[in-house]
């Protein structure tokens, strides 16, 4: 079986606070530094066949530390970059809550369209079609992906057989480890959610 480590970026000056999306430029805050430190050091003697990445600067500075305690590239990969949110990105939370489309959005995610955005069916699809792509270029190996909330949320539920409209109850904390093995016949969820800030609180040291 393949295993995949699908980790979730760490925390950026707006968590919490407003939808990055795929803006440019937003980067780990000192907070975030720490928590890929604390996540490079718990893989360290780990067998990690490869690293990859969504190619945002939040997900590759997440990466990096991993990267350079296992001597492995990050390789950066469009199949895990962010959900386009369109007209949402850079948006408060507070903004979005008063828009009836982001409430549909987040009730029905299996169908409710992002305006100038990406349905949540495409961004499952290229996530998953991702995810397998690399279990056959590295077969009964472990693998790192780096990646963001609602997508590795997606993969759980697809790989759980849990529909999108009910995807909201996966909980992915920032810098958060989800296990999963998959191979032709048989798929395992070994672990969601592991660590991060959900259990760590706001500094996982």
Known sequence: ?????LIRHAAIASSGKSLAGRMVGVHLDQRGRRQARALAEQLAGASIAALYSSPLERAVETAEPIATLLGLPVVTCEDFLELAFGQWTDRTFDELATDPRFECFNT???CAPVPDGEFMLQAQARMIIGLEKLRLRHPQTTVVVVSHGDLIKAAIAHYAGIPLDLFQRIE???ASTSIVEVDDRVIRILAV???GTTLWGEDPE
């Not at 079986?1 to 480590?5: A, D, E, G, S, V």
């Open 1 to 5: 079986m393949t295993r995949f480590l």
């Open 172 to 174: 992915i904390g920032l």
């Open 108 to 110: 029905l995610r299996s």
């Open 193 to 195: 959610n592991a660590g």
